[in-house]
């Protein structure tokens, strides 16, 4: 069964650090979301691709994140500098157009620790 | 702005209890609403959704617009079902919201 991959699964680094996170959504899926969520809290929505177009990033920290997916296929998202509140886990999700364009389906996410 | 509350953050009941989990919503328009489950060690996945009108693993959740409610209920609930759950709502620019998530966890 297809699935969202994303990487790493894990990723620790110091405040000021860069980190950059990559998502493959299932083959086919034009829609790619990329979601926060901090420990205790439900996902939070970052940015939102259709193909590669952003949608939505109007809660995207546009002064340090940033969000790509140039071929409209895989997408990374960047921290630049990474700070305490960051940590987090990032979740990356996509869906198809058709008749279940509605169902998102989620990667495994990665799991960020800013020390 | 579309705002999703779940007002309990953990909820325990016993094997073969009944069990609702509730999920309230503010939306001016017409809401699409979903019911995310996260199982140990598991991704994020879809439960049910409202347009769907069915029954997944035995859950059900009626959309009552009245109340601005979309609880989860289930009869008979079972050890399996310990999870995170998660309500939703989808606006109509796809804007998708959650809610803080509800830990059910089901003792034996």
């Known amino acids: 069964e297809a699935e969202v991959a994303q990487s790493p699964r894990y990723k620790i680094t110091e405040k000021s650090q860069a980190v950059a996170f990559w998502c493959d959504p299932i083959?086919?899926?034009?829609?790619l979301y990329w979601y926060r969520q901090i420990l205790g809290q439900g996902p939070e929505l970052l940015v939102q691709f259709q193909d590669e177009s952003v949608v939505d990033d109007s809660q995207l920290p546009k002064d340090r994140f940033s969000a790509e997916r140039l071929k409209g296929v895989d997408s990374t998202l960047k921290i630049q500098p990474a700070e305490l509140g960051d940590s987090a886990m990032y979740l990356c999700?996509?869906?198809?157009?058709?008749?279940?364009?509605?169902?998102?389906?989620f990667g495994a996410g990665t799991r960020l620790s800013v020390l | 702005a579309q705002r999703v509350t779940q007002p309990e953050k953990l909820l325990s009941v016993f094997k073969g209890a009944p069990v609702e989990l509730k999920c309230n919503y503010s939306?001016?328009?017409?809401?699409?609403l979903f019911w995310y489950v996260q199982y140990s060690r598991q991704r994020l996945q879809l439960l049910l959704r409202h347009i769907s009108r069915e029954s997944i693993k035995g859950f059900t959740a009626d959309l009552n617009k009245g109340e601005t409610s979309f609880h989860l209920k289930k009869p008979f609930a079972q050890e399996e079902d310990s999870a995170m759950y998660y309500c939703?709502?989808?606006?109509?620019?796809?804007?998708?919201?959650f809610g803080a998530g509800t830990r059910l966890t089901v003792k034996p």
């Open positions: 939306y001016s328009g017409s809401p699409e």
């Open positions: 999700a996509s869906n198809d157009d058709g008749l279940a364009k509605n169902i998102q389906y």
């Open positions: 083959s086919g899926h034009a829609t």
């Open positions: 939703a709502l989808r606006s109509g620019n796809n804007d998708m919201r």
